[in-house]
Structure formats: C-alpha cells, structure tokens
C-alpha cells in the first residue's frame, strides 16, 4: 500500500468546517484513498472512500485531487464530537488478500468550542 | 442492524498465562481482521479470516493465533502472555466480497492487561 503523510494535529472551531488533508504521492492507479477516526479509547470508524471523483456522505466529503497525490477530507460543520484522530490509508480494493489496514501516525483532530 | 462486538471488553492477566478473546461480527459480514493497538506501535494489522480460513496474516510471533467459525464469529488466542502483549484488541468486519464492502467496521476492542 503507498505510503501516506498527514499533519500530526489541527485544530478547528466548533461550526467550522474542518479540512483534513493526506499526501499520498505515490498512490498508485488502482489503489482507493480511505479515511476511518478513532475516537479516545473507541474502534477506529470508517468515515469514507474514493478513487478519483469527490465522495460524499452523511458524514463528509472527500476531494481527490486530479493528479491524485493528495486529498482532503471536509467535515462541513465540525462538531465537539468530532475531536478525534483521522486516518487516511490507500488501499487496493482487489482480490482476497486486501482486507489488511495498514494505520500511519493520523491527525488529532480537536475541535474547540 | 448490531455492530461488531467483542468480549471481554477488559481483561486482566498474568505474564506466562493465555488468552482468548471473542468477536461477534456484523450481520452477513463474513471477514474478520484483528489489530493490535499500542501507544508505542499504533495500529497493527495482526490476521484475516474469511470462510474461516486465515487469508490475510500481518507480522506477529506464533503466540498470537485465530480462528473463525462457519457463523463468521471468530477467536484470537494469544499464548504465553508477555508485558509488551498489554493493548487494546480490535476486531473488524467487512462483507469480504470480492470487488464489493472492502470498508471494514470496527469493535469497541478488548483492553487486555498483563502483569
């Protein structure tokens, strides 16, 4: 899986969109970007996925640029509940031997009040 | 629908000792992937069942162990407890399809403890 590179922490005000971005310079044409948090002490929760077009969700959005070497991830209005540490991960989404996450460092995301 | 549950949620154990640990996936999910959490390690991808065969294996010594059964409900034994072995255990379902639900949902993990 390539590799990716994310800001160890941001914050953001409550109400505010918040933009996570990902580096992932050396993703290949087959592999989908992914974006899971984990809150304190929880299970990571899958939040969103794409290859090349903007995804969006109940949850968030996610740009892709064209060249597809980075992305970002919006949460349109940031909650306190969004406090939380977001992974992006690249992945290919092929055959059997693909069900393996491979989680780098992430973004502590704080939302202030 | 219910969410991925693990049990025990805590657990407590001495050094030398095994553990098992339990995951109730997903409804019609029938992959199961296990990670180990540490601080000093973060996420790691420890095995993947599918049809209760391990069809994915990450880098752990032989302690670490799993199986899955035919209603996809999979184990994860762990022996001959050791200090660095204190994490917190996660489980993961996905559909497992081929070409389909690769997204993976989470259990709430089990806090293993050893001293």
């Known amino acids: 899986d390539a590799k990716t590179t994310q800001p160890p922490s941001m914050d953001c005000a409550e109400g505010r969109a918040a933009n996570l971005p990902c580096n992932h310079s050396t993703i290949s044409g087959n592999e989908y970007v992914y974006w899971y948090r984990q809150i304190h002490s929880q299970g990571p929760q899958y939040i969103i996925h794409g290859l090349k077009n903007n995804e969006t969700n109940e949850m968030a959005s996610l740009i892709i640029t064209e060249d597809r070497k980075s992305s970002t991830l919006i949460l349109p209005h940031a909650t306190l509940r969004d406090t939380a540490v977001y992974y992006c991960?690249?992945?290919?989404?092929?055959?059997?031997?693909?069900?393996?996450?491979?989680f780098g460092k992430g973004t502590l995301l704080t939302v202030n009040p | 629908k219910a969410g991925v549950t693990q049990t025990p949620r805590y657990l407590i154990k001495t050094r030398g000792q095994q553990v098992t640990l339990s995951c109730s996936p997903i409804s019609g999910h029938r992959s199961v992937s296990w990670y180990q959490q540490t601080p000093g390690q973060g996420l790691q991808f420890l095995f993947e069942y599918f049809s209760e065969t391990q069809r994915n294996k990450g880098n752990f010594p032989g302690r670490f162990s799993g199986r899955q059964f035919s209603n996809s409900r999979s184990e994860m034994n762990v022996s001959t407890l050791e200090l660095g072995d204190s994490a917190l255990y996660l489980c993961a379902s996905s559909l497992g399809g081929q070409g389909v639900g690769y997204e993976q949902y989470f259990g709430p993990g089990t806090r293993l403890t050893v001293t």
């Open positions: 991960i690249v992945r290919v989404n092929s055959g059997g031997s693909n069900y393996k996450l491979t």
